[in-house]
T-cell receptor, first 115, second 114 residues
Framework: AQSVTQLGSHVSVSEGALVLLRCNYS??????LFWYVQYPNQGLQLLLK??????LVKGINGFEAEFKKSETSFHLTKPSAHMSDAAEYFC?????????????FGQGTELSVKP | KAGVTQTPRYLIKTRGQQVTLSCSPI?????VSWYQQTPGQGLQFLFE???????NKGNFPGRFSGRQFSNSRSEMNVSTLELGDSALYLC?????????????FGPGTRLTVL
């Protein structure tokens, strides 16, 4: 069964510092990979996704992620944190062989940004 | 284009009651998925409907059920509510044709069971 592990339930960075949120998946076949962000009292918003092709994926708000098959990882980065980046971030996977919308989520990482 | 809408946004029920939540997908989307979000268990997949048929199902008891109408609107029902059913219930819609289709989430329905 597929699973997703996000290392660190809370990450704190200073404004302007590098943001690195870690995600590892467990699957015999590389799945589709997603990063979502959730602001308080809101639903989830897609930041970026990896399906096929180039392993470095650029998303919205300056975020990017790199798919590394050998490390079964899909870490999310942003060169310079902004106060507005404070939110909860979720890594998710879906089965390549399933047409359907079944996402398996990690436990989430809450990002705090200090002024 | 209007986003995914969920009604109601907040609900308070007591144990043993049943509840129905509604989700209106983005126009043209045929797939609706439901997720439960709790502090302890995180985000868990409940089920997915595509063209009025349940296409995927998560690992939840039979008290949780859903359906989809011909206009793609979806409802989920929870019968015999338990305290542990208190959660944020999110629905997401997508075109549903490819596994890579982006899922767009609604704001959720916050259910509190007393």
């Amino acid at each position: 069964a597929q699973s997703v592990t996000q290392l660190g339930s809370h990450v704190s960075v200073s404004e302007g510092a590098l943001v690195l949120l870690r995600c590892n998946y467990s699957s015999s076949v590389p799945p589709y990979l997603f990063w979502y962000v959730q602001y308080p009292n809101q639903g989830l918003q897609l930041l970026l996704k990896y399906t096929t092709g180039a392993t470095l994926v650029k998303g919205i708000n300056g975020f990017e992620a790199e798919f590394k098959k050998s490390e079964t990882s899909f870490h999310l980065t942003k060169p310079s944190a902004h106060m507005s980046d404070a939110a909860e971030y979720f890594c998710a996977v879906s089965d390549r062989y399933n047409q359907g919308g079944k996402l398996i989520f990690g436990q989430g990482t809450e990002l705090s940004v200090k002024p | 284009k209007a986003g995914v809408t969920q009604t109601p946004r907040y609900l308070i029920k007591t144990r043993g009651q049943q509840v129905t939540l509604s989700c209106s997908p983005i126009s043209g989307h045929r797939s609706v998925s439901w997720y439960q979000q709790t502090p302890g268990q995180g985000l868990q997949f409940l089920f997915e409907y595509f063209s009025e048929t349940q296409r995927n199902k998560g690992n939840f008891p039979g008290r949780f059920s859903g359906r989809q109408f011909s206009n793609s609107r979806s409802e989920m029902n929870v019968s015999t509510l338990e305290l542990g059913d208190s959660a944020l219930y999110l629905c997401a819609s997508s075109a549903g044709v490819l596994g890579t289709d982006t899922q767009y989430f609604g704001p959720g329905t916050r259910l509190t069971v007393l």
